[in-house]
């Protein structure tokens, strides 16, 4: 059974009374999110979608936890920006101007690839919620169980517990009313009138009335546990960070049973994603890092659902910039083939092919390899790529034939330049000398075949190269096609390997292929 099943015939099981499944994702606009980020809406996107599958209702929320505040300026962002250092994401103009706040960019740069992907959730933006008042009451409550909340806490930590630090511990982030950073400190609690009073080091202080207060948040594990209670969260994931035995899952599970009455929701941990194909290591202070925008320019949605579905959350697997990206195309593409054929037996595979497609599962691209491999050949003109595909007997419309040729451009002259394959201007001699005299009237053959026929038939012409090469043992007729095919790509693209022989004779001119294959006349 698909590791999303599992998960939720676990949740009905555990719920089986509940009218809706509320399953929870969440994440801080730091920065732009990262693929490695997105495994945590990911994850949760296939339960809801099982747990939909299985008949249930259910809502699918993500938290932007933009009250959090500012820690570190990522390396893509100017360093003045230290200076916001302590206020909330929020709070903060945004760094390229284009949008209202610094969250607010890099939301909408999220949500436009969660969009394109087709994934729909409720967004739930934490600064909007924290500001409407609508936790005050839950602030007050986590206030006055302070103490309580300080002795959960330092049971998972090492340092010893000391009654002033206990007696001083207020588990919120109170942001300045003058200077808007998280600088105060607290004096004092008044529990007749819910007022906290409070002094900045900016040399602000205040009385403020908690009620009617907007400008408190919880702290995170203390934050957490309070959002599970307010929105009857069945399940959420966490980063394999969050998952240890004095983590935040296991601090904020038993906050939300001793502070707020509330089960921790179902938890799966996930592992972290690898960039396979780039030099450095991807994190987010170092500004080196692969958004699902950028996969996006690459992949096509199906191909990247389906290596998020492949995978269970506790697998960690690299995603490919380099020549498993044709690897990654391919193989989505045989499953998918066999899936409309009702030949793919494995059910996990089977499943992961419909968790990656959001309507209809139907093939209606070219291969990646065949669009990547002829591209540059025709100088990535796509209406001569098309050609080629129809001369061939494959039929794709402009607009797919153009989809999957805008991302094997892209992939090509980002990440794999050697691609960027060229037919030869001369004759490769010196390779033609050191064939045997066998391989040499091999290619003699085709030569005399090629000036006296027009192959557009693939399968003619298919037929007539493997009798070129023919051999009454199967074996040594293998080995001799596996090297006839090699000595062509050599002297058309000094490369051992190509598109399908057909195709590469539809593309290079007839005189110019004749030229590069045929010593007979020089
Ligand atoms: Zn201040």
């Not at 009313?177 to 008044?190: A, F, G, L, M, R």
Request: proline share 4%; charged share 25%; with cysteine.
């Amino acid at each position: 059974m698909h590791w999303a099943y599992k998960i939720a015939n676990e949740l009905i099981e555990k719920y089986p009374n509940k009218e809706t499944y509320v399953c929870a994702s969440g994440i801080s606009p730091s920065g732009s999110v990262h693929i490695g980020n997105f495994r945590e809406i990911i994850t949760t996107y296939f339960v809801v979608k099982a747990l939909n599958n299985l008949g249930k209702k259910t809502r699918f929320i993500f938290s932007w936890d933009d009250f959090d505040r500012f820690r570190k300026v990522p390396a893509t962002i100017h360093p003045t920006y230290h200076h916001f250092i302590g206020k909330a994401y929020s709070n903060i103009p945004d760094p390229f101007g284009c949008h209202s706040t610094f969250a607010e960019h890099f939301e909408k740069e999220f949500e436009k690839s969660l969009s394109e992907l087709g994934i729909e959730v409720e967004f739930i933006y934490q600064s909007k919620e924290y500001k409407s008042g609508r936790y005050n009451e839950d602030i007050i409550h986590a206030i006055e169980k302070r103490k309580e909340i300080y002795d959960i806490l330092m049971k998972f930590k090492t340092s010893v517990p000391n009654e002033q630090e206990r007696n001083d511990f207020y588990p919120i982030t109170l942001y300045c009313e003058n200077c808007e950073k998280d600088d105060p400190s607290i004096t004092q609690y008044n529990h007749e009138s819910k007022t906290l009073d409070y002094s900045c080091r900016c040399g602000f202080s205040n009385q403020l009335s908690i009620e009617v207060a907007n400008n408190i948040k919880l702290n995170w594990k203390i934050d957490w546990a309070m959002r599970w209670m307010k929105e009857d969260v069945v399940f959420e994931p966490g980063g394999r960070d969050h998952s240890s035995e004095t983590g935040s899952y296991t601090v904020s599970k038993e906050i939300a049973k001793a502070i707020f009455d509330f089960d921790a929701p179902h938890y799966t941990p996930y592992e972290f994603i690898g960039i396979k194909g780039q030099n450095q290591k991807m994190s987010s202070s170092s500004g080196n890092l692969i958004t699902p925008a950028e996969l996006m320019e690459i992949y096509l949605p199906e191909v990247i659902l389906f290596m998020f579905a492949k995978y269970k959350p506790t697998a960690a697997f690299n995603i490919g910039l380099d020549e498993d990206v044709i690897k990654n195309y391919s193989e989505f593409e045989r499953y998918q083939s066999h899936y409309i054929d009702q030949t793919l037996l494995d059910l996990d595979i089977c499943q992961s092919v419909e968790f990656a497609h959001i309507g209809k599962i139907d093939k209606k691209y070219p291969k990646f390899n065949h669009v990547a491999s002829i591209l540059p050949l025709v100088n990535y003109n796509v209406a001569l790529l098309k050609d080629i595909f129809i001369n061939n007997g494959e039929t794709f419309s402009f607009i797919e034939i153009e989809k999957i040729s805008q991302l094997a451009e892209y992939w090509i002259k980002k990440y794999n330049p050697q691609k960027n394959i060229m037919i030869n201007q001369k004759q490769a001699i010196e390779f033609y000398h050191s064939l045997t005299e066998e391989q040499q009237f091999w290619l003699k053959n085709l030569c005399d075949y090629l000036l006296n026929n027009e192959p557009q038939d693939q399968t003619e012409l298919m037929k007539q190269l493997y009798s070129i090469c023919n051999h009454d043992d199967k074996k040594i007729m293998k080995a001799n096609q596996k090297t006839f095919f090699t000595m062509i790509y050599r002297l058309v693209l000094n490369r051992t390997s190509g598109p399908p022989i057909p195709l590469l004779f539809q593309v290079v001119n007839k005189n110019q292929l004749i030229h590069l294959l045929n010593f007979n006349e020089s």
